[in-house]
């Protein structure tokens, strides 16, 4: 089964091509741009790349969140686009779950930048990421066991404040480029008989966007 997967859920956003359980391709989507004029692009460039059709794609995967509301709305938008057109099955994929298929060194906390000088952020065991919390840095990182690994935009954003409070803590440095996990995952629930009606995809912000709050 050849399955995209995309992951715009925070500025780094990437998508990848997946055949079976081989990675065909894997690229960023320019964090600099807005998502809506990278991403099509950097699909279309993708596929180039690996000489492949969008008809040739038999299922599609894409993060539907925790992540910001722009960014979220892109890769929906557009996946849900690409799987109505094509008449093919389209999978969400939880952002959390995903960071724990792309790290695998444990034990590992998330933290999701979700602006506010706050983190959404989950310990992860086994491969599943546990409930998850909004909170301060501070408060989040007393959660975290001891010689774990630290990720996510959180993680990135507030590195010299969760050094600085546990020195024990190790940052990752792998690149986040999630939108193979979102493939893999979104492979295994289709699989299981998971989901695949692209009108059935549910947007998951951080925070309820600005224009809706009171």
């Known amino acids: 089964m050849l ?14 091509l997946l055949e079976g359980p081989r990675l065909v391709e894997l690229r960023p989507v320019d964090g600099e741009q807005d998502h809506s004029r990278a ?42 686009g ?5 008449g093919r099955p389209c ?5 959390l779950q995903a960071w724990a298929r792309h790290e695998s060194r444990r034990p590992l906390a998330l933290l999701l930048d979700a602006f506010r000088g706050e983190v959404l952020g989950t310990v992860c065991a086994d491969g599943l990421s546990g409930p998850a919390v909004l909170a301060s840095p501070a408060a989040f990182v007393e959660r975290v066991p001891p ?20 020195p024990d803590l190790s940052l990752s440095t792998r690149p986040p480029e999630l939108a193979a996990s979102v493939a893999e995952l979104g492979r295994e629930a289709l699989a299981a008989g998971q989901g695949g009606v692209p009108e059935e995809l549910r947007p998951v912000y951080l925070r309820a966007p600005a224009v809706l709050r009171g």
């Open 3 to 16: 399955i995209l997967g995309v992951d715009t859920s925070s500025r780094r956003g990437s998508v990848a």
């Open 39 to 80: 991403l099509l692009p950097c699909l279309e460039a993708m596929l180039g790349a690996a000489r492949r059709r969008v008809g040739e794609l038999e299922a599609l995967a894409v993060a539907v969140g925790p992540g910001s509301f722009t960014g979220l709305r892109v890769g929906l938008a557009t996946v849900q």
């Open 82 to 86: 690409l799987a109505l057109a094509l």
């Open 91 to 95: 999978l969400g994929v939880d952002v």
């Open 147 to 166: 010689g774990a690994w630290l990720a996510g935009s959180g993680a990135d954003l507030h590195a010299g404040l969760l050094r600085q409070l546990r």
